[in-house]
């Protein structure tokens, strides 16, 4: 991905500069006025480029290279020979503990291959969104709805629920003639949409953590850690942060690693893993923490060394749909639980809500995280619990509260108080 400027004198003549020069696929970053000129930053996808053979040096080598390769292919002695094959070996096994800058480049650009996805992603799904309640709109107008109930139709509307979602829990209530009522009807249908078979959390054998970038992985399996070492000890629990090859991501692994009390792994391909796991065979819980690039390739090459290895699916309270997709729609990976974080930091989880409403297959949660502070215990959730939530976060539940008791219906106080007239 390579970021491009164009600078015109208005946002459509810069647009169409954009798409005269790059196609109709081209895709906006960012759009600003600078210097009394409309600025465009684009995101424009290039091609890998080929590696260019240079026949010419390839026939004429420098004379340093030339003479170190006289020297390997006609040395003074066997004694030479075998220097040589040695200084070779030396250089070559240098070479391979180096980190490949190409390798660094490759994990780059498939990062940014990855986030121009995204984005175009979460742009269409936006656009059909705005079609949907386009549509939708004059429908929910001529809804025919008690006047009670109306308060909740108008919180859920301003709640920021997804238009396919609000439109089936608006059909429910039609019937409804009491806001707690239909408060309680809109519970029981979410409920029984999203409610799965009970997932425990992880305690004994191999699991795997996956999903996005920032999701929140690293933290979620050091809290996994610590609370499997305080029941197991510290002995008994290992965690290996397999191909996060993000600067800084193996310090932080080892820093909350230490701060649970585990001992801490790395490696850096499947042969890697394969030892490490031979060697923490004995260990009864064993987390594997993975990164946030080509997860699906990741997750197949650990299924290859470990079959009995179980998924599970980190992912955050304020996912958008789009990236919920990215990581739970893969045909070919099956996660055994549904991990979920920064549900302290996030917004309404309407999105995660309708994904587990229209998608069957996705796991129940196993554990959810209330606060990102390590010490603090990762807590079991039921659907209903996380109904709740997500209502309490909209307002919903404020609308149904018991109503204060009426001045009539206080009792009377009979007795002598101060400035009666008994006084």
């Not at 050091?222 to 008994?236: H, I, K, N, V």
Request: charged share 20%; hydrophobic share 45%; aromatic share 4%.
């Amino acid at each position: 991905m390579e970021l491009k400027r164009i600078l015109a004198r208005d946002t459509r003549t810069a647009t169409e500069k954009a798409i005269a020069l790059y196609g109709h696929d081209v895709l906006i970053v960012a759009n600003q006025r600078v210097g009394g000129q409309t600025e465009l930053v684009l995101a424009i996808d290039i091609a890998p480029e080929e590696v260019q053979v240079d026949a010419a040096a390839m026939a004429s080598p420098s004379g340093k290279f030339q003479s170190h390769l006289d020297a390997l292919l006609h040395p003074a002695g066997a004694g030479a020979s075998v220097s040589a094959e040695k200084t070779t070996a030396a250089a070559l096994a240098r070479a391979a503990s180096k980190p490949s800058t190409t390798e660094q480049d490759d994990r780059d650009r498939l990062r940014s291959q990855e986030l121009v996805a995204l984005v175009r992603e979460e742009l269409a799904d936006m656009r059909r969104e705005f079609r949907l309640s386009q549509q939708a709109m004059p429908w929910q107008d001529m809804l025919p709805v008690d006047d009670a109930v109306k308060p909740l139709i108008q919180a859920l509307n301003a709640s920021g629920a997804p238009v396919m979602l609000r439109t089936l829990l608006l059909d429910g209530l039609r019937d409804q003639t009491d806001v707690r009522a239909a408060r309680q009807q809109m519970q029981k249908q979410l409920t029984h949409a999203i409610s799965r078979d009970a997932v425990d959390m992880p305690r004994r054998g191999v699991h795997v953590l996956a999903g996005a970038s920032g999701a929140g992985k690293t933290l979620m399996a050091a809290r996994l850690a610590q609370q499997a070492a305080q029941e197991l000890g510290s002995e008994q629990v290992a965690l290996i942060s397999y191909r996060d090859l993000r600067a800084g991501a193996w310090s932080q692994v080892q820093i909350l690693a230490a701060q649970a009390g585990v001992e801490t792994f790395r490696a850096t391909d499947a042969a890697t893993l394969s030892v490490l796991l031979a060697e923490v065979s004995h260990r009864q819980l064993v987390l594997i923490d993975t990164a946030g690039v080509e997860m699906d390739r990741h997750l197949q090459e650990i299924r290859s060394v470990c079959p009995q290895a179980q998924l599970h699916a980190v992912v955050c309270a304020d996912a958008s749909e789009t990236s919920l997709r990215r990581v739970l729609a893969q045909a070919d990976l099956r996660f055994s639980s549904l991990m979920l974080s920064k549900i302290d930091e996030s917004g309404t989880p309407w999105a995660l809500l309708q994904f587990l409403c229209n998608e069957s297959h996705v796991p129940a949660f196993s554990v959810v995280s209330r606060s990102d502070r390590i010490n603090e215990p990762l807590m079991p959730i039921t659907a209903q619990e996380f109904v709740d939530q997500v209502m309490n976060l909209s307002g919903l539940n404020s609308l149904a509260a018991e109503p204060a008791a009426p001045l009539h219906a206080v009792p009377r106080m009979t007795g002598w108080m101060p400035g009666s007239a008994h006084a």
